[in-house]
C-alpha cells in the first residue's frame, strides 16, 4: 500500500496562496483517482479537490475557481495551489489515493490569518 507524505502547510495571510505537495512512496501511476480532503477545527473532513489519469478535475464548490490540482506521474507527487486564502480555509490538508481512499497521509497545517 502506497504511503502519502503531505508538506507546504503553514500561515499564510488572507489572500495569499499556498501550494501544499504529497510524495508517494511508490508509484502513483496506476492510481486513478487522487484527492485532496480537510478538516478545520471542529469539523468533518471534508472534500477539496481529486484529479483522474483521464485528467478530470472536480472541486469542491468552496475553493472552485482559485484552486489547482496536479498529478505527477513521473515524480509519484500530487500538489495543490490554492489561490485567494481565506481564513475558512484554515484546516488540516490530507492527501488521498483512490476513491473511496484507501490511503491518507498524515496530513499537514494550513492556518489562515485575517
Known amino acids: 500500500q502506497v504511503q502519502l507524505v503531505e508538506s507546504g502547510g503553514g500561515l499564510v495571510q488572507t489572500g495569499g496562496s499556498l501550494k501544499l505537495s504529497c510524495k508517494a512512496s511508490?508509484?502513483?501511476?496506476?492510481?486513478?483517482?487522487m484527492g485532496w480532503y480537510r478538516q478545520g477545527p471542529g469539523k468533518q473532513r471534508e472534500f477539496v479537490a481529486s484529479?483522474?489519469?483521464?485528467?478530470?478535475?472536480t472541486f469542491a464548490d468552496s475553493v472552485g475557481g482559485r484552486t489547482l490540482i496536479h498529478k505527477d506521474n513521473r515524480n509519484d507527487i500530487l500538489s495543490l495551489t490554492i489561490n485567494d486564502l481565506r481564513p475558512e480555509d484554515s484546516a488540516v490538508y490530507y492527501c488521498?489515493?483512490?476513491?473511496?481512499?484507501?490511503?491518507w497521509g498524515q496530513g499537514t497545517q494550513v492556518t489562515v490569518s485575517s
Open positions: 511508490g508509484s502513483i501511476f496506476s492510481i486513478n483517482v
Open positions: 488521498a489515493a483512490g476513491d473511496p481512499p484507501f490511503s
Open positions: 484529479i483522474t489519469n483521464g485528467g478530470r478535475l
